[in-house]
C-alpha cells in the first residue's frame, strides 16, 4: 500500500485510541497527500518518493511555525507544532511499522 493508506489506516487505529494529538497529525498528512494530488494541471497518484517529500514538507512548516512561537513566547503553541513534528517524524522512520504501536512506545 501507499504511504497515504498506512497513514489513513494508522488514523483509525489512533481514533479508536482516542489518541487525539496523533488522529489530528495524521489527519493533517492525509490532507497534504490529497492537496499534493491534485495540485497540477490533472490530478494523479504519487509515488512513494513523492509521499514522503510532502511529509518533510510539513516537518519543515511545523518547525518554522514552532520558531516563529518560540520567538512570540508562545511556548504552549510551540510545543503542539514540535509534537506532530516527532510523529511525522515516526511516520518517516517507519514506514513499514504502524505509527500508533511506536508512538505508544515513546
Same mark, same amino acid.
Given at each position: ?5 498506512? @497513514?489513513?489506516? !494508522? ?33 494523479? =497518484?504519487?509515488? /512513494?518518493? =513523492? =509521499?514522503?517529500?510532502?511529509? /518533510? ?6 518547525? !518554522?511555525?514552532? /520558531?516563529?512561537?518560540? !520567538?512570540?513566547?508562545?511556548? =504552549?503553541?510551540?510545543?503542539?507544532? #514540535?509534537?506532530?513534528? !516527532?510523529?511525522?517524524?515516526? @511516520? #518517516?522512520? @517507519? ?5 500508533? /504501536?511506536?508512538?505508544?512506545? #515513546?
Amino acid at each position: 500500500g501507499t504511504v497515504e493508506d498506512r @497513514l489513513h489506516d !494508522d488514523m483509525v487505529a489512533a481514533m479508536k485510541a482516542r489518541n487525539t494529538v496523533l488522529t489530528t497529525t495524521l489527519r493533517m498528512g492525509i490532507g497534504a497527500l490529497k492537496n499534493e494530488k491534485v495540485a497540477g494541471k490533472e490530478a494523479r =497518484e504519487l509515488t /512513494q518518493d =513523492e =509521499e514522503i517529500a510532502v511529509l /518533510q514538507r510539513e516537518v519543515r512548516s511545523r518547525k !518554522d511555525s514552532a /520558531q516563529a512561537y518560540t !520567538d512570540g513566547m508562545r511556548p =504552549e503553541l510551540a510545543a503542539k507544532e #514540535l509534537a506532530e513534528v !516527532d510523529i511525522l517524524l515516526l @511516520l #518517516l522512520l @517507519l514506514p513499514l511499522q504502524h505509527t500508533l /504501536q511506536s508512538f505508544n512506545e #515513546l
